[in-house]
């Protein structure tokens, strides 16, 4: 929307659409002109830009005339971007385990072409369809305005029960662009089974003792040590 006033009166209003140079023609946008001039001293006009514009930054130079013959020029520039940000979540790893005493920290890595507006990050089930809790939002009343953001926010596992949790994060960028990945972690408060096989409890031996164990988690096992006592 374009808007003009002069003192003794208006002939027309032109918009015209140039690459982000301004040098380039593209096309015109909409114009007024006609076989009379507007012969008021302040309007309007409303014109349209097709869609399909390709990525990138484009201009509008916008004239107006009067009955006299003098000419008014402004002059904007607007961003199209039509490619999604990109989002990772850098922690926790992929069905990383923890402990009902641990602190989460979860860390988001965002970036944009043209500029975020916010990254989120909410907890979910397993299947990543029940919300559970917010973990952390850089969501205000402005944007975050830069190309590249990364957050971490704090995830305390207690209160959590045993078992598969989903981070689902989001980057949205200021055009209005959204991109959303997920992980999964795993919230382990069972300790693991260990059981000495061989020998059998107060076996005597004289020479060489063969020793067995065996260990289960339904998690996954980290070491399993022998430690010999007199």
């Known amino acids: 929307e374009i808007s ?37 001293t302040s309007d309007s006009a409303s014109w349209t830009i097709p ?36 989002i990772t979540i850098d922690s926790p790893e992929l069905d990383e385990p923890f402990r009902g005493s641990a602190t989460i920290p979860v860390t988001l890595t965002g970036t944009d072409e043209v500029a975020l507006k916010r990254l989120d990050v909410n907890l979910y089930d397993a299947t990543n369809s029940t919300f559970i809790t917010n973990v952390g939002t850089t969501g205000g009343a402005s944007a975050l305005g830069t190309t590249s953001e990364t957050r971490t926010w704090d995830l305390p596992v207690a209160g959590l029960a045993e078992g598969v949790y989903t981070l689902r994060a989001s980057a949205h960028d200021v055009a209005g662009n959204v991109k959303t990945t997920s992980s999964t972690f795993v919230v382990d408060l ?21 020793v067995e164990i065996s260990g289960a988690d339904e998690i996954g096992l980290a ?8």
Not at 14 to 37: C, H, K, M, Q, R
Not at 52 to 78: C, P, W
Not at 223 to 230: C, G, N, P, W
């Open 4 to 40: 003009g006033a002069d003192e003794i009166g208006l002939a027309r209003l032109v918009a015209n659409l140039y690459d982000e140079s301004g040098s380039v023609f593209l096309g015109p946008i909409g114009s007024t002109s006609g076989l009379t001039s507007l012969g008021t």
């Open 51 to 86: 869609a399909g514009l390709a990525d990138g930054t484009y201009t509008i130079r916008a004239n107006v005339t009067d009955t006299a013959g003098l000419r008014g020029v402004h002059v904007i520039q607007f961003v199209v971007d039509g490619t999604r940000p990109a």
């Open 190 to 210: 069972t300790r693991p089974t260990i059981a000495i096989d061989a020998p059998l409890d107060g076996a005597e031996f004289n020479g060489e003792v063969i």
């Open 223 to 230: 070491v399993i040590a022998i430690t010999l006592l007199s």
